[in-house]
């Protein structure tokens, strides 16, 4: 989920997010107890540098998260 900020002298001007060119607008409000679980088992079975060891309703679910932090 790239996210690139612009920023000018002590303070931030823009955030711009390009997931919206890979999937919906429906972002869901994500409990974050709920989101950790998927998060910790992303990280903990290697999937963030290859195949992902969640389901994809899952990613969504921790993208969704994400998003709205």
Known sequence: ?????????????AVK???AYSR????APVAK???SRF???LVGGGGISGRS??????LKT???F???Y
């Open 1 to 13: 989920m790239p996210m690139r900020c612009i920023i000018r002298p002590l303070r931030a001007v």
């Open 17 to 19: 997010c390009s997931i």
């Open 24 to 27: 919906g607008l429906d972002f």
């Open 33 to 35: 107890a709920h989101a």
């Open 39 to 41: 998060f910790l088992s």
């Open 53 to 58: 060891s969640i389901g994809s309703e899952d």
């Open 62 to 64: 921790l993208k969704d």
């Open 66 to 68: 994400l998003f709205r």
